[in-house]
């Protein structure tokens, strides 16, 4: 669900970080208030650079409004946020943006049906969404193309936007937020609507990222843990706001961690790397 965006650059200067290098999300006591609803209360949250992260939680229980936090899209209203080393309200917020991959669906909407599908990719660069008279180079418009190969549709790469299947299209998303070969990568949602083949495609793809050990940061948000790609290494559980439970996959992803998280008795089971959650 959208959210207020915060306007462009602040023009404030930009203030040292207190975080590592290494820390590329660092949220300290962070709430997000918008008329009178408190989307986000009191959280803290860390990601490192290695770390590939799943966000889990039920409709309305501010993922997308995390995910936009760290996209630095959003202030908090109250508590500390620092995105890539930079404190959100402080800093440049078009230049840190230059450095985030952020694939949503917000997004994908605005993806004219008539792109070309490389242009897609390769508009990426100049952060927006259609082609018109920016001036690419031949360096850009081949890492276009070999990121959809790597997401396994660079054959489509001559097709328009509009012709694309759903899994298609979410896989050309992802290509297009790894255009500016970004520190952090954010996934909302990248498996909804597609049907079983095409998830467990974009599954694979996913894993093959995670393994990577060049790949950015990774947050992924998803309501299904049977989404949660091999390779991910912790998981982040929200309910209402608040975080349930945060840190490695396996000691987070629990049958009573996921029953408090989304209000019903689950029993979850992990079936070599991939996992599956029922009622209990
Ligand atoms: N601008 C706003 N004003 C008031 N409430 C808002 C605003 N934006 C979002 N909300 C509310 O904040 C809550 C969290 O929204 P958010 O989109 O972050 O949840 P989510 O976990 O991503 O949900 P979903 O899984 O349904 O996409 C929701 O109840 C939503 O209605």
Redesign the pocket.
């Known amino acids: 669900?959208?959210?207020?965006l915060v306007p462009g650059a602040s023009g404030a200067a930009p203030t040292p970080s207190p975080v590592t290098a290494d820390v590329v999300v660092d949220l300290a006591g962070v709430s997000v208030l918008?008329?009178g609803?408190r989307?986000l209360d009191t959280v803290d949250w860390r990601v490192e650079l290695d770390e590939r992260w799943v966000v889990l939680?039920p409709?309305?229980?501010?993922?997308?409004?995390l995910l936009n936090l760290a996209a630095a899209r959003l202030h908090p209203t109250t508590g500390v946020a620092h995105v890539l080393g930079e404190r959100i309200g402080r800093t440049d917020i078009a230049e840190l943006r230059t450095r985030i991959g952020l694939s949503t669906a917000a997004l994908a909407e605005r993806i004219p049906a008539d792109e070309p599908v490389s242009d897609v990719v390769l508009t990426a660069a100049w952060s927006v969404v259609g082609r018109w008279r920016e001036r690419y180079d031949a360096m850009d418009a081949a890492r276009a193309v070999a990121l959809l190969d790597q997401l396994g549709v660079g054959s489509l790469a001559d097709r328009t936007y509009g012709t694309l299947s759903e899994g298609e299209r979410k896989r050309v998303q992802i290509a297009r937020a790894l255009m500016t070969d970004p520190e952090l990568l954010l996934l909302d949602e990248p498996a909804a609507g597609l049907d079983l083949g095409g998830r467990e495609d974009l599954v694979a793809r996913l894993a093959e990222l995670a393994y990577d050990p060049d790949a950015p940061a990774l947050v992924l948000v998803t309501?299904h843990v049977e989404e949660i790609p091999p390779g991910f290494t912790h998981a982040l559980l929200l309910r209402d706001g608040r975080i349930v439970a945060q840190g490695l996959l396996d000691d987070t992803l629990t049958g009573e961690n996921l029953t408090e998280t989304f209000g019903l008795p689950l029993v979850v089971q992990r079936h070599g790397d991939r996992y599956t959650a029922r009622a209990a």
């Open positions: 669900m959208p959210t207020d918008r008329s609803t989307l939680g409709n309305g229980a501010g993922k997308t409004t309501h």
